[in-house]
Every structure is written in structure tokens, then in C-alpha cells.
């Protein structure tokens, strides 16, 4: 305790003997996602650095959270195309810090096969013995006497 003198009104002051409050450091939050997909799921995975027990509020752009919302990983269906961005809002972190992070995937379109020819239907493998012996029993069959050299 310290006592001032301030114009005749004596002011105490009382100094804490508390322990000094620590800045805790912010911890890193990050999304994860695939660069590109075909698929019709997409998994989101949020990662925090630090201790503690963190928890997780997801939201996505497009589609819908089809599990996993509150954890720390999400499974997304129903963009139908379009490409969604999945943002992950983290409690349990020191206030004053960055809560949220996100990532965006780009959904690649199948190109649409299109048919540009058709082979015969019969399939004969080459490597197949009766497939040369046929082959030679046709070879033989269209010789004419006229192709035999002479004697």
C-alpha cells in the first residue's frame, strides 16, 4: 500500500501482489481441403495449434454439412457443380485472437464422353490358337490352281 498526498486528500493506493497476467499466444488455425474433385463428397479438416480443447461451428457456400458439424472435420454433399468454400469458426481460443479460417476446393466438370466411332462387333483375340487356325484354313482355301508356280 502507498499513501499520496494530493491536495490535502490522502489517496491510498494499493499495489496487486498478484502474479503478473501472461499474454497467451494466438494459436494457428488452418483449413484443409483437396485442390480439385470430381467427387460427390468433400472432406474438410480444421486444424489449431496450442493445448486446450477447442470447438468447432462450420458453415460451407454451397451444398450441405452432411456430417461432422461440431468437429473438426466435415464431410460436404450436395454442390451439385458449384464450388464450395467450407469455414471453420473456432471457440475456446483466447479472446482477441483469430477464430476462423477457411478453404475453398474447385470442382472440375467431366467432360462428356461422346461417341465418335464404332468397331465391328466381333471380338477375336489375337493371341488366340483357334483364331490362327482359322486364319490359315481361310488362307488355304483361297489359293487356285492358277497361283500354284510351276513345277
Not at 500500500?1 to 501482489?17: D, Q, T
Not at 488452418?30 to 470447438?55: E, L, M, Q, R
Not at 451444398?63 to 458449384?82: C, K, L
Request: glycine fraction near 10%; charge should be positive; include cysteine.
Amino acid at each position: 500500500m502507498a499513501m499520496v498526498n494530493r491536495g490535502g486528500v490522502i489517496v491510498l493506493l494499493a499495489l496487486l501482489s498478484a502474479p503478473a497476467i501472461l499474454a497467451q499466444p494466438c494459436p494457428m488455425i488452418s483449413v484443409t481441403c483437396p485442390d480439385s474433385g470430381y467427387n460427390t463428397s468433400i472432406t474438410f479438416n480444421a486444424h489449431v495449434s496450442g493445448s486446450g480443447k477447442p470447438s468447432f461451428r462450420w458453415t460451407v457456400s454451397a451444398g450441405r454439412i452432411a456430417t461432422g458439424q461440431g468437429t473438426s472435420s466435415i464431410t460436404v454433399t450436395g454442390f451439385e457443380g458449384h464450388s464450395p468454400t467450407a469455414t471453420a469458426e473456432v471457440g475456446g481460443i483466447p479472446s482477441g485472437c483469430p477464430n476462423q479460417a477457411s478453404c475453398s476446393i474447385i470442382i472440375e466438370h467431366m467432360p462428356i464422353a461422346r461417341k465418335f466411332h464404332e468397331y465391328g462387333a466381333e471380338v477375336v483375340p489375337l493371341s488366340s490358337r483357334s483364331h490362327r487356325q482359322t486364319h490359315q484354313r481361310r488362307r488355304r482355301r483361297t489359293k487356285t490352281p492358277n497361283s500354284i508356280s510351276n513345277r
